[in-house]
């Protein structure tokens, strides 16, 4: 399967945008889906992720209340919401599919990654 993330762009703080998440050669059913990030200098940390199947999510503490997670079952898609953006939000966002349907905050039990979206929030 491939994954392709994309949305990223240049907001201010305060600002939202929206992720997506699109998988082609394969389906999400059956597995977990997860949006990482990047800032430079740091390690890949977790945001976000969903089962496909089912719905159980689990929420970084640093994004609860703001970031939500969704997903289109017909395109294959699933969506990061993002509101109320902090300079600190600033990062290379990634979604993965996980090795299996649990949902997991540990990179090590994502096999699949998209090639990641800059997103860059303005103070």
């Known amino acids: 399967v491939q994954l392709q993330a994309f949305g990223g762009g240049l907001v201010q703080a305060g600002g939202y945008l929206r992720l997506s998440c699109a998988a082609s050669?394969?389906?999400?059913?059956?597995?977990?889906v997860g949006w990482f990030r990047q800032a430079p200098g740091k390690e890949r940390e977790f945001v976000l992720s969903?089962?496909?199947?089912?719905?159980?999510?689990a929420y970084s503490d640093s994004v609860k209340g703001r970031f939500t997670i969704s997903r289109d079952y017909a395109k294959n898609t699933v969506y990061l919401q993002m509101n109320s953006l902090k300079p600190e939000d600033t990062a290379v966002y990634y979604c993965?599919?996980?090795?299996?349907?649990?949902?997991?905050?540990?990179?090590?039990?994502?096999?699949?990654w998209g090639q990641g979206t800059l997103v860059t929030v303005s103070s």
């Open positions: 993965a599919q996980g090795r299996s349907a649990v949902v997991t905050t540990t990179v090590s039990n994502y096999n699949y």
């Open positions: 050669g394969g389906t999400f059913s059956g597995y977990s």
């Open positions: 969903i089962r496909w199947s089912g719905g159980n999510t």
